[in-house]
């Protein structure tokens, strides 16, 4: 089986130990000796989920939307991110070199093509800007990959 991920970057902390919680029930679904989690592995729910998939088990595949990525990323997550992507079992390119809203978003494209579900943490919320969250499930729903959506109820961003 292969999963994706998509979800909102920057949560509270006690937002971010639900989430974590639900990401490890949401593997147990699976056998994890069968399991992919293909992610874009950028901080929150991305590296939490690929990390989960590692500790269960399973592989991951990682989604690199630029060239420049890693470098628009927190420079406190350049380890986490550094660390999977050498675990990665294969290395999806965009081909594209500017870490921007349209390579994110052809990224999450990307992954989406790649997965036979996607997990979404997602507030059910409109996108903040162009490849966000409510974008990447929207164009899952159009191709018809399924999307199961994790959020705890009355948590916030």
């Known amino acids: 089986m292969r999963i994706g991920i998509t979800g ?3 949560l509270p902390g006690p937002v971010e ?3 974590r919680t639900m990401l490890a029930a949401r593997i147990k679904a699976f056998d994890a000796r069968d399991l992919v989690g293909i992610s874009c592995i950028a901080d929150g729910p991305d590296t939490w989920w ?3 998939v590692l500790d269960a088990g399973g ?3 990682v989604v690199v939307p630029a060239e420049n990525y890693r ?3 927190p420079a406190w997550h350049h380890p986490a991110y550094d660390k999977l992507l050498q675990r990665a079992s294969d290395i999806h390119l965009t081909g594209l070199r500017k870490s921007t809203s349209e390579a994110h978003q052809a990224g ?5 093509g790649l997965s036979d579900e996607l997990t979404a943490v997602w507030d059910g ?6 490849g966000g969250t409510a974008d990447v499930v929207s164009y899952a729903q159009r191709v018809g990959v399924p999307v199961t959506v994790l959020w705890p ?5």
């Open 8 to 10: 909102h970057r920057g």
């Open 17 to 19: 130990q639900q989430i």
């Open 50 to 52: 690929a990390e989960s």
């Open 59 to 61: 592989r991951i595949e």
């Open 71 to 73: 470098d628009d990323l």
């Open 108 to 112: 999450s494209e990307i992954l989406v």
């Open 125 to 130: 919320l409109p996108a903040r800007g162009y």
């Open 153 to 157: 109820n009355g948590a916030t961003r």
